[in-house]
């Protein structure tokens, strides 16, 4: 069974800062991509940013120059380091794995259950 389990979710005012994590666990032999996902309330989901296995990084126009996303290959986490906080950016974020090889080899595109993050004084 894998999973991926995000943390660091929480309520922080307006120009603050909050780390958020997500490991990913179970018979896992590679992940390709982990990105960072949101859906604010009433709005589609949204890429984040990305990250690739050989450290190759994308990130959304709304999120680049605050917003920072790292990843430890041998734990399977990735965190996003989250500065300069702004209201719009309150919402459920995401972990993804993109092509995630099982010990068996299959390929999986799990998501976590997401954490709420709420920008607000």
């Not at 922080?12 to 996902?37: D, E, H, K």
């Not at 995401?94 to 390929?107: F, G, V």
Request: charge should be positive; proline fraction near 3%; aromatic fraction near 10%.
């Amino acid at each position: 069974q894998v999973q991926l389990v995000e943390s660091g979710g929480g309520l922080v005012q307006p120009g603050g800062s909050l780390r958020l994590s997500c490991a990913a666990s179970g018979s896992i032999f590679t992940i390709y991509t982990m990105a960072w996902y949101r859906q604010a309330p009433g709005k589609q989901r949204e890429l984040v940013a990305d990250i690739t296995r050989g450290g190759r990084i994308n990130y959304s126009d709304s999120v680049k120059g605050r917003f920072t996303i790292s990843r430890d290959n041998a734990k399977n986490t990735i965190y996003l380091q989250m500065n300069s906080l702004k209201p719009e950016d309150t919402a459920v974020y995401y972990c993804h794995a993109d092509r995630l090889l099982t010990q068996d080899y299959r390929n999986l595109n799990p998501w976590g259950q997401g954490t709420l993050v709420t920008v607000s004084s």
